[in-house]
């Protein structure tokens, strides 16, 4: 089973850059970063294949995030410029269990981290 840890959230200014982290205890296969707000559904961000051959991202943040991985680290990243307010949530890492596809289902990933605070505020 894929353990996987975030790290890298805080607090930071409108307008302003994080990169979150995601170690994981193998070489997982399609992944994706996920968001939630307290009272609000889990979002999906952002996916990535195992090659990095191919990503896609949720509407809200395209131009804004984008999502990497550096295989012989076992790491996935989401570099997220110009935060806004609206971005403030916990972010998940997940990975799927076997699935090549950078477009899949939410119900696709069963591996998840503990999750990272996000707050962006003045």
């Known amino acids: 089973q894929v353990q996987l840890v975030e790290s890298g959230g805080g607090l930071v200014q409108p307008g302003g850059s994080l990169r979150l982290s995601c170690a994981a205890s193998?070489?997982?296969?399609?992944m994706g970063w996920f968001r939630q707000a307290p009272g609000k559904e889990r979002e999906i961000v952002a996916t990535?294949?195992?090659?990095?051959?191919?990503?896609n991202y949720a509407d809200s943040v395209k131009g804004r995030f984008t999502i990497s991985r550096d295989n012989s680290k076992n790491t996935v990243y989401l570099r997220m410029n110009n935060l806004k307010p609206e971005d403030t949530a916990v972010y998940y890492c997940?990975?799927?269990?076997?699935?090549?596809?950078?477009?899949?289902?939410?119900?696709?990933?069963?591996?998840w981290g503990r999750g990272t605070q996000v707050t962006v505020g003045t």
């Open positions: 193998e070489r997982p296969f399609t």
């Open positions: 997940a990975a799927t269990a076997g699935y090549t596809a950078a477009s899949v289902a939410s119900s696709a990933f069963t591996y």
């Open positions: 990535i294949t195992r090659a990095a051959t191919n990503t």
